[in-house]
């Protein structure tokens, strides 16, 4: 018969899993049991074994009760037992007798067994605790101990200046000196309670506990102190790791087991979120909590760090999928954004979605010293606006940033515009950073093959390549939340929309609003935006058609048709009519006999060029350019258009957004050539003339001006017409990044590099022309040196007097050019109106533009001439001569040499001609 197969058993010293096994074989009372149940000797035998150690199950000899409580062995506790008991000693094998073992059946011997004798050993010394430099529990204060030096310690405690720093020494002095048994476990928590009663010095404890070593963390001795000491378990639990926790059993065996389990499925189990397809609930008290909160505005000064926090309550009460509260998020912000853009900042900025600015080790920066975001939408703020000091303290930020920025501007040219507000790095020769940014991350591939963590290698690659070329550190931005808003953007010209869907406005300034604080970055957004720019040549191609007929549609009868170019065909009535058989039959032989499937082919075509027939998608480049020059965003604007540099003379309105930065840089040097600086009621509205009933003759009803209401907007600013409303844009820190001219020199840089985006455009801009002309005439009138004159000549000759061909018959500018000319010579002035009419100016686009319209114009009051309306006349050609007054007059002699009538109505012209005429 097979043996039967042995149960598998605990191992009998394992400890690791077993905090305190029980093994009642240990224990003393059984071992004396075993002893007296014996019944293989007599009972005098049995009473003599009482007195005799006896072998134990794991080599140990135990002694007798009354051998161990004797005078020559006092009782010991438990912890003197695990420190001083000597390990277990093999005897030699001659003086240790084999035991022998009776038969079952044999009867007890009559004869004793003579007594075991083992030899003495001395304990093992126990070994001197390490030396430790005490500085308030001396060997003189444990001596003393109960007589005075535990009250010595409290007093220094009592007395010290830094008692948190003494009341640390002395909490890691009684740690140590109930290590090494100096004082006992119960004298040490005596004093720890009163040294350590908060939670904080609690903590302090429990940071010296985590420097132990293993060996103390099992010292039974700290278990005493601790529970002695009554120090919070909870915060011990929460302080220390795992090996001193379970080591002082503060946690259960299997909570290490249990820390795994939990681990794993927080970290690798996939969580199933909530989608808006399947429970509404959550999302609707989403977007009932943001209208809410948004509506309430600055009510409480932390309502948006309250709502986040209760945002994240929705999202873990409902297992709301965070990619879609964020896109929820976005989409209510795109609807708010004019009146509640400053509670979008705070919450957005005390939010977990904010991005951090990464700037690798060992690169040195510098930058403005201040960033887009204000101060008062940084966290903990309960600030809405700018304080007085920080209205200060910005503005001297700003004096000096524009003073460094326009000794940039002398060096680098137009390359300086684009590092505006970047933090530039400062030792890009060093070894180091050249060598990390001259490095690029290869593919990392998996056991399959296939590359780990491509898009963090690619965006890393191109933000070492972006480092590298500018010197500047790549701009933060939050990729997803740039990812989410160009998915949006992107259906507006994909197949999936309808005719119906057109791009709404909000999307495009809410793009350039985060772009603007910092929240996303215009390089994650750029690949999204429609058309890519492989398309943008037929997009150079539509714009060009849109400008000629613009032009064409300026131009005097141009654009306008008459009614007899617009009627059609006239129908012959001479013919007379077919019969109506005959049209029956010839209505059957072309294929009308089956009109219904005729019916159904028309339909399902006309359903067919319907879907076809889609509308052009809105180019959301050239919006999102706008956007960004009208909140401010000079690098990102001149990145689109540096690459497409045709934009500005295609895109109409485009100009206006750039001539409204001109105007805030001109402002600080405009200010002193402003004229009638000294009244500022200038601009006070009049009162408005009432009804006069019940007056006396002669008085009028003179009742104030209604107060104008200022409205908010995401476009350029709009003066009052007379209609009481005047509209501003939303974002009154737009010109936070904006430099300003500190003097005229820094005009002249102004005018070589950012103003020649437009050039000669500023003429259909009469107020920024007119401000140039000005600040010209007080340079001249200060500095009237050589050096001045030139370059003043200069500009007049290529900029501001070419200009005035698209003023749009302004004669305001027309005179302050020619107070400006006035300064010059007579053979200087007409040196310049020859390179304006015949010049490589009179060849650019614009000018040759402007120059054709003066013409059309010309000739279109010239041919309208009789004897009746001479004077009416004179004064609409003196009019289209404010601008161009060379072109007219070249017209007008050519027209004089074929009609003599012409000479009457040309002198009656010039009459009105204006000074520069």
């Not at 099992?218 to 909870?234: C, E, M, Q, R, Y």
């Not at 709502?307 to 873990?316: E, H």
């Not at 012959?572 to 049209?583: L, W």
Request: hydrophobic letters at 35%; charged letters at 25%; a neutral charge.
């Amino acid at each position: 018969m097979a043996p039967a197969q042995q149960k598998r058993k605990r191992p009998q010293d394992d400890h690791q899993t077993r905090a305190s096994p029980h093994r009642p074989e240990n224990l003393n009372l059984a071992q004396q049991n075993q002893r007296n149940n014996r019944r293989n000797g007599n009972g005098n035998q049995n009473r003599s074994n009482n007195s005799t150690p006896t072998h134990n199950r794991h080599g140990n000899f135990s002694q007798p009760a009354s051998a161990r409580n004797s005078p020559a062995h006092p009782p010991q506790t438990p912890q003197q037992n695990a420190q001083s008991q000597p390990p277990p000693q093999q005897l030699p094998q001659q003086s240790q007798p084999e035991p022998t073992r009776p038969a079952l059946n044999s009867t007890p011997s009559a004869t004793p067994a003579p007594p075991l004798v083992l030899p003495q050993y001395p304990p093992t010394p126990k070994e001197p605790p390490a030396p430790y430099a005490y500085d308030y529990l001396t060997d003189e204060a444990v001596s003393a101990w109960q007589a005075k030096g535990q009250q010595s310690v409290l007093d220094a405690l009592e007395n010290a200046e830094d008692k948190d720093m003494v009341s640390s020494t002395v909490i890691q002095e009684l740690l140590r000196t109930t290590l090494d048994g100096r004082l006992s476990a119960g004298e040490c928590a005596e004093v720890l309670k009163q040294v350590a009663p908060s939670d904080e010095l609690q903590s302090v404890f429990a940071d010296t506990l985590a420097l132990l070593d293993d060996a103390d963390w099992k010292n039974p001795v700290l278990k005493t102190l601790i529970h002695d000491a009554g120090l919070s378990p909870h915060l011990l639990r929460n302080e220390l790791d795992i090996e001193p926790l379970s080591a002082l059993g503060l946690v259960r065996n299997t909570f290490s087991t249990i820390r795994n389990r939990k681990t794993t499925n927080l970290i690798y189990r996939q969580a199933n979120f909530n989608l808006l397809r399947e429970e509404s609930e959550g999302y609707s008290k989403l977007i009932t909590e943001y209208f809410n909160a948004a509506n309430a505005g600055s009510t409480s000064d932390f309502i948006a760090e309250d709502t986040f926090q209760r945002i994240k309550a929705l999202v873990g009460s409902f297992d709301l999928d965070v990619g879609r509260v964020l896109d929820i998020t976005l989409d209510v912000m795109a609807n708010l954004l004019i009146k509640n853009f400053r509670f979008f900042i705070k919450y957005l900025r005390s939010s977990s979605w904010w991005p951090e600015q990464h700037i690798p080790e060992g690169f040195q920066t510098q930058g403005q010293g201040f960033t887009s975001l204000p101060a008062w939408a940084l966290p903990h703020s309960a600030s809405w606006s700018q304080t007085s000091e920080q209205r200060a303290q910005l503005a001297a930020l700003k004096e000096a940033r524009d003073v460094d920025f326009w000794e940039q501007v002398r060096k680098v040219g137009m390359d300086a515009f684009y590092d505006i507000g970047a933090l530039r790095i400062t030792n890009l020769d060093a070894p180091a950073v050249a060598d990390l940014l001259n490095t690029e991350l290869k593919p990392e591939l998996d056991a399959r093959g296939r590359e780990m963590n491509m898009i963090r290698r690619l965006r890393t690659n191109n933000a070492r390549k972006w480092m590298r070329q500018t010197g500047c550190v790549v701009p933060p931005g939050n990729s997803d939340a740039a990812q989410l808003l160009g998915f949006k953007l992107s259906f507006y010209s994909s197949a999936a929309r309808d005719k119906h869907d057109v791009l709404p406005d909000n999307l495009i300034y809410l793009a350039a609003f985060l772009i603007k604080i910092g929240f996303i970055s215009l390089r994650d957004l750029y690949p999204h935006l429609y058309p890519p720019d492989e398309k943008m040549g037929e997009t150079k191609e539509r714009l060009e058609k849109e400008k000629l007929e613009r032009e064409k549609a300026a131009k005097p009868g141009g654009g306008a048709l008459n009614a007899l170019a617009m009627a059609g065909a006239l129908a012959d009535d001479t013919v007379p009519a077919p019969h109506a058989a005959v049209r029956g039959l010839r209505d059957n032989a072309s294929g009308r006999a089956t009109p219904k499937a005729e019916a159904d082919t028309t339909e399902a075509a006309t359903e067919d060029a319907e879907k076809e027939a889609l509308p052009e998608p809105a180019n959301q480049k050239v919006a999102l350019v706008k956007s960004l020059l009208a909140i401010g965003c000079l690098p990102e604007a001149l990145y689109i258009l540096g690459r497409f540099p045709w934009l500005t003379d295609l895109v109409h309105e485009l100009p206006d957004y750039i001539h409204r930065i001109l105007h805030h840089m001109l402002t600080k040097v405009y200010e002193p050539a402003r004229p009638l600086a000294n009244r500022p009621g200038m601009n006070a509205a009049r009162p408005h003339i009432g009804d006069p009933t019940g007056l006396p003759k002669g008085q009028l009803n003179l009742t104030p001006a209604p107060p104008t209401k200022t409205l908010r907007w995401a476009n350029l600013d709009r003066p009052d017409y007379g209609d009481a409303v005047e509209y501003k844009f939303y974002w009154d820190d737009w010109t936070d990044n904006i430099p300003i001219c500190q003097s005229v020199d820094d005009v002249f840089q102004l005018c070589s590099t950012f103003l020649n985006l437009t050039g000669v455009k500023i003429g259909r801009d009469s107020a920024l022309l007119m401000k140039l002309a000005r600040i010209g005439k007080k340079s001249l009138t200060d500095d009237p040196s050589e050096s001045n004159y030139t370059r003043w000549i200069d500009l007049c000759k290529r900029l501001l007097v070419p200009a005035l061909s698209l003023t749009k018959h302004n004669t305001g500018d027309v005179n302050e050019m020619f107070e400006l000319l006035k300064f010059f010579p007579t053979s200087t002035r007409y040196s310049i109106y020859a390179e304006w009419h015949y010049g490589t100016t009179s060849r650019l686009p614009d000018i040759k533009s402007a120059f054709d319209l003066t013409k059309a114009e010309t000739k279109d009051v010239l041919k309208r001439i009789s004897k009746t309306n001479v004077r009416a006349m004179g004064k609409a050609l003196s009019k289209v001569a404010f601008s161009s007054p060379g072109i007219v007059m070249q017209v007008a002699i050519h027209q004089m040499e074929s009609y003599d009538n012409l000479i009457d109505v040309v002198v009656e012209c010039v009459r009105y001609f204006s000074m520069l005429g």
